[in-house]
């Protein structure tokens, strides 16, 4: 089975940058969609990004868009999201997660359309 292992968190103040990575294990990696989610206490879990397998197509939730980036690359076998411009209300446990197998979309923003999920790694955003 696939293993997912982020890493990357810490804690940072407004506007600054972070990048989290994902690392991933597990036989036909690259053809997933690869996602990231993040998840504050008491909240649902929320859509980040997502990218395809080959990484050409990424897809974005309304609330990073032109902030934070998505990318993978499948020689290292690992996925990247580079956040920029951090706000308070980003402060989250940031998830990785595998999407659907050898997809032609990337617009999958939902939880149920992930099958395996990292441990995730805690972003916290003073202000």
């Known amino acids: 089975q696939v293993q997912l292992v982020e890493s990357g968190g810490g804690l940072v103040q407004a506007g600054d940058s972070l990048r989290l990575s994902c690392v991933i294990s597990g036989r036909t990696a690259n053809l997933y969609v690869m996602g990231w989610f993040r998840q504050a206490p008491g909240k649902e879990r929320e859509f980040v990004a997502a990218v395809s397998g080959t990484g050409y197509a990424v897809y974005y939730g309304d609330s990073v868009k032109g902030r934070f980036a998505i990318s993978r690359d499948n020689s290292k076998n690992t996925v990247s999201l580079q956040m920029s411009s951090l706000k308070p209300e980003d402060t989250a446990v940031y998830y990785c997660?595998?999407?659907?197998?050898?997809?032609?979309?990337?617009?999958?923003?939902?939880?149920?359309?992930?099958?395996?999920w990292g441990q995730g790694t805690q972003v916290t955003v003073s202000s």
């Open positions: 997660a595998r999407g659907p197998y050898y997809s032609g979309r990337v617009d999958y923003p939902f939880t149920r359309q992930y099958t395996d």
